[in-house]
């Protein structure tokens, strides 16, 4: 947790001071400007950079990937991510006594107890406090009339609240306050009423009705919380102190706005004061908060402050709705795609110089898929569901609709390409692109792509610490160099794994110089694996690996799986145990939208 906490503080922390920044530019602005201002830098606090680039994450809303602007994205990235405290070791060396490595390993439960601690009395004291406060409001009575009340109403009128606000009268010297949030109270100090004349009560009153129609008691309970959260950094303080500040000159505007003369507001204010004490909350609003000298100077110079242009609201929301979608901007463009979007038939594209198909009626349950160097594609015994599963480099659970017999019926189909075949891993799209024109022609098959919402898995790293497991390893070979120099990966002896391969085996899977976005591929609808979704990488691995994985295979029910009346591999772990303990990875359950091939019409192959 250390490092995401230094990385949300030093987000925070940048915020802010471009908050402080945009305050001081609005500076002959009204103070409700600048206290918005500053309530987006204390709420900032409450929402993580991380948390809105995970959301942006899920928002899978390209098919494909982007290629845009890398530099910007770098850039946003590297405010949206880790300055990971991780960077610095704080390990024991060699020469480390015992204790000091003690000291070390228990040093984050020692930071928790002192941030609990410190939350712990914020809280209390806060509660302490709040229990006076309702003790005093037990104690206070009703004013059913008077000129006080006269004077509530009139300041309600005034400013549109429709809210029932109850008035108290209290024996207590606290001042005015208002006290609440959805049942709003105002605490009435009886002594005060004394000393003040009916111009003065009008001010005063006017400045508590404007407290509850901006709803700054609410604000200030918001601002509490991110005190008790982060109660040992100071700036959440500092904060906390423009926030009362900018409220207080808010209403003070709008009390002189309202008709109040200056010197009369502030003479009220400074009898107020005179008799009364501060409230003790920050989320009971009164009205001797703030620098009163400073208040009381800005009160009788009556300085008009400017209302908020046009453009400059626009440019004030604009930044606002940045600040948001920044983030969220982050994640979606920096996720791997869900997909890549499923291809269609194209009638002037490549084709099968010669194709053969046939059925197969011999009963035998191998079958094979596959293309030699010298460019003949072989499919034997395989139903035409498996052929465009092929075709079109998709899941099983990912092609809907067709007759009953497409995932019956086997064939055996012989094409040539006409040239030699490069190597390359993966599905070979020249190859892919015919066999798309030979299913359309010979079996008249009609698809189109629809997109549904299913279960998936996200494959993640399971460590935190981002170790992997003892069955991975980095590549030996560079297939993606040897891809560009279009050579042959080396040869090795028989029994041994080819370079640039993967092999998929009843409970084993193997790769070699596979990147992470090939392992999910693989592991999607993995037969025998109890894996029937589509698997996405979110692990950030950069690079190709070498691994070798091994695992209890089953059914989609979790049934185990026989051959000649044996299960297979009885005693290995499941393929999700398999995961975190040989790779170091782990599949996480959530769901999102897929692109899923709808069958129009199939029919069953001409004859050759």
């Known amino acids: 947790m250390m490092p995401l906490l230094a990385d949300h503080l030093w987000q925070s922390t940048i915020f802010a001071a471009l908050a402080a920044l945009l305050a001081a530019l609005l500076r002959h602005e009204r103070a409700q400007v600048r206290y918005w201002v500053w309530l987006a830098a204390s709420l900032k606090f409450l929402v993580p950079f991380a948390a809105l680039v995970a959301l942006g994450t899920h928002i899978n809303w390209l098919p494909v990937a982007m290629s845009g602007p890398q530099q910007t994205l770098t850039v946003l990235q590297t405010f949206s991510q880790s300055y990971s405290l991780a960077e610095f070791d704080l390990g024991a060396t060699s020469a480390s006594t015992v204790a000091s490595s003690v000291l070390i390993r228990k040093l984050p439960l020692v930071l928790l107890g002192a941030w609990f601690a410190g939350f712990a009395w914020c809280a209390v004291e806060w509660l302490l406090r709040w229990r006076q406060l309702n003790a005093m409001i037990r104690c206070a009575v009703p ?25 108290l009268a209290s024996s207590h010297v606290l001042e005015p306050g208002v006290i ?112 009163l000298k400073r208040r009381v100077a800005q009160i009788m110079q009556g300085e008009q402050r400017r209302t908020l242009s046009r453009w400059r609201k626009v440019v004030l929301s604009a930044a606002a709705a940045c600040a948001v979608a920044a983030p969220v901007a982050v994640g979606m463009l920096a996720a791997p795609p869900l997909h890549a979007q499923i291809p269609t038939v194209d009638p002037n594209g490549p084709s099968f110089e010669v194709a053969s198909v046939k059925p197969n009626r011999s009963g035998d349950l191998r079958r094979r898929i596959g293309i030699a160097p010298n460019g003949r594609f072989t499919a034997t015994n395989v139903t035409l569901k498996e052929l465009i599963q092929n075709a079109y480099d998709l899941q099983s659970f990912r092609v809907t609709g067709g007759p009953a017999w497409f995932d019956v019926d086997r064939f055996d189909l012989l094409a040539t390409v006409g040239h030699e075949i490069k190597p390359a891993p993966g599905p070979r799209e020249e190859v892919s692109q015919m066999l ?14 629809d997109m549904k919402d299913m279960p998936v898995y996200h494959l993640i790293v399971a460590r935190p610490d981002g170790r992997l497991g003892p069955n991975i390893r980095a590549a030996e070979v560079d297939c993606a160099a040897l891809i560009a120099r279009g050579e042959l990966p080396p040869t090795v002896p028989e029994g041994q794994m080819p370079p640039c391969a993967t092999r998929v085996g009843i409970g ?27 698997v996405i990488d979110r692990t950030h691995l950069p690079g190709f690996y070498d691994f070798d994985l091994e695992w209890r295979p089953t059914t989609p029910d979790n049934l185990p799986v026989r051959l000649n009346g044996a299960e297979v591999n009885p005693n290995g772990p499941s393929i999700f145990t398999a995961l975190q303990e040989q790779l170091g990875l782990k599949l996480e359950s959530t769901t999102g939208p897929v692109d899923v091939l709808v069958i129009d019409r199939v029919e069953r192959p001409t004859p050759d």
């Open 143 to 167: 004013i059913e009339s008077g000129r006080e009340l006269d004077a509530l109403r009139r300041a309600q009128r005034a400013q549109s609240v429709t809210q029932v606000i109850r008035l």
């Open 436 to 449: 798309r024109k030979l299913l359309a022609e010979r079996f008249n098959l009609v698809v189109h792509s």
């Open 180 to 291: 609440g949030i959805t049942r709003p109270t105002l605490l009435w100090p009886v002594e005060i009423g004394r000393h003040l004349d009916d111009a003065h009560i009008e001010a005063i009153v006017a400045h508590e009705v404007c407290h509850i129609r901006r709803r700054d008691n609410l604000a200030a309970l918001v601002h509490m919380l991110v005190e008790a959260l982060f109660w040992f950094y100071p700036l959440v303080w500092w904060i906390g102190a423009r926030l009362i500040d900018e409220r207080e000159r808010a209403c003070d505007e709008a009390v002189v706005e309202l008709g109040s003369a200056p010197h009369v507001y502030a003479q009220g204010i400074l009898k107020t004061c005179a008799f009364c004490v501060e409230s003790p909350l920050v989320c009971v609003s009164g009205v001797t908060g703030s620098d």
């Open 508 to 534: 084993r899977l193997s790769d070699r110089g596979g990147n992470m976005e090939r392992l999910a591929r693989t592991l999607s609808g993995m037969p025998a694996g109890g894996i029937e979704r589509l």
